[in-house]
Structure formats: structure tokens, C-alpha cells
């Protein structure tokens, strides 16, 4: 082998180790906020992801990018959830594997959204609110796909619709009332399968 190949295989070598690093330290921020860690620090992400605590600021320049990452890789992570079900199949049908979806999403994506309450870096990262801003709009178009022909332009309906398959409902059965994710799924359904039967 070259020298030139050598150095390449190396570049490669640390490339590849770099990107590991970086998943690592992400990975260990989610599982923190999973934990219930409120504004994990520098030292709290290194300790979890077996690192050291200047090898978090050589890949990362500050907590706001480790945050910007975590938001990165759950998009890639959620975007399975966010297809719209087949507007031809029977309404009940639909609304079913719709919530089945969300639910599946929201449970992948709550550590991270509940620490939004009180991650101080929230309402000046670009980086988190443009990915907010995305995802909102997905969430939006997945449900104007999916119930097209119950809403039939129906602004007002889509707005409820929206409200009641947010985060924030969801979020509002399974933690602050504690309802089990069957049983929230349950009362989505008959909530939605009520609001589009009656449009």
C-alpha cells in the first residue's frame, strides 16, 4: 500500500471514529433527558457517553450544539412516522394507524420534547427552532393528506385536528394524567373518530 493510500485510510479511520464520538455524545444527552436529567451539563454528557469532557467541546462547541444534534438525528429518526396513511381505506381504519403512529413517534421523541420546558438555550437556538418550525408543518401536511376527504378545506377542523394530535395531548394523557399509552391511543381515537364523523 502507498503511502498516499495509507494516509487516506487513516483520514477515513479518523473520520469515521470522529462521527462515532459524535453519535456517542448524543446519544448520551437523550438517554440523560430519557433518565429525567433536567439541563444536563458538559461533565453529565462526557460521564454517559465514556468520554472526556474535552472531547464533548473538541466535536461540539457548546451544550446548544449537542442539543442540535440530538434534534438532527431524532428528525432522521421520526420521519417513518410522519408518511401520511392512505386516504382510501375505511375512515376507522385510518384513524387508527394514524395514532398508532403518532404515538410511536411521540413516545421516540418525549425525552427530548419535554426538556424543552426547561432547557434555557431553547428560545435562541436557530438550530431548535427551525427543526420545531419543520416538524410542525409535517405533522400539519401528514394530517391534511391523511383525512383529505373528511376536512375538505375545512380550516377550523384542521386546527382541531392539529391540537388534539399534538405532543402536547398526548403528552397531557400519558404523563400528567398517566394513562398508559393503550389506553391514550383510546381515548385519541374515539376524540378524532368523533370530530371527522360529525364534518
Not at 38 to 63: K, M
Not at 140 to 151: G, S
Amino acid at each position: 500500500m502507498s503511502s498516499t493510500d495509507n494516509n487516506a485510510a487513516s483520514s477515513d479511520g479518523r473520520i469515521a471514529r470522529g462521527e462515532r464520538t459524535r453519535t456517542s455524545i448524543a446519544d448520551a444527552l437523550y438517554e440523560l433527558l430519557a433518565d429525567g436529567a433536567e439541563n444536563p451539563s458538559g461533565r453529565d454528557i462526557a460521564e454517559r457517553a465514556n468520554v472526556s469532557l474535552r472531547s464533548v467541546f473538541q466535536h461540539f462547541d457548546d451544550i446548544e450544539a449537542v442539543y442540535g444534534e440530538l434534534v438532527t438525528r431524532q428528525h432522521e429518526r421520526v420521519a417513518p412516522f410522519l408518511e401520511p396513511i392512505n386516504s382510501d381505506i375505511p375512515l376507522n381504519e385510518r384513524v387508527e394507524k394514524f395514532i398508532e403512529s403518532r404515538d410511536s413517534m411521540f413516545t421516540l421523541a418525549a425525552p427530548l420534547r419535554r426538556s424543552m420546558g426547561t432547557y434555557r438555550g431553547v428560545k435562541t437556538s436557530h438550530t431548535i427552532r427551525r427543526a420545531m418550525t419543520y416538524l410542525q408543518r409535517a405533522q400539519r401536511e401528514q394530517i391534511l393528506q391523511t383525512f383529505a376527504p373528511e376536512l375538505n378545506d375545512n380550516e377550523q377542523l384542521l386546527l382541531q385536528l392539529e391540537v388534539c394530535l399534538s405532543f402536547e395531548t398526548w403528552n397531557q394523557y400519558t404523563s400528567q394524567h398517566g394513562l398508559s399509552r393503550a389506553a391514550t391511543r383510546g381515548h385519541l381515537h374515539n376524540l378524532i373518530m368523533t370530530m371527522l364523523a360529525n364534518s
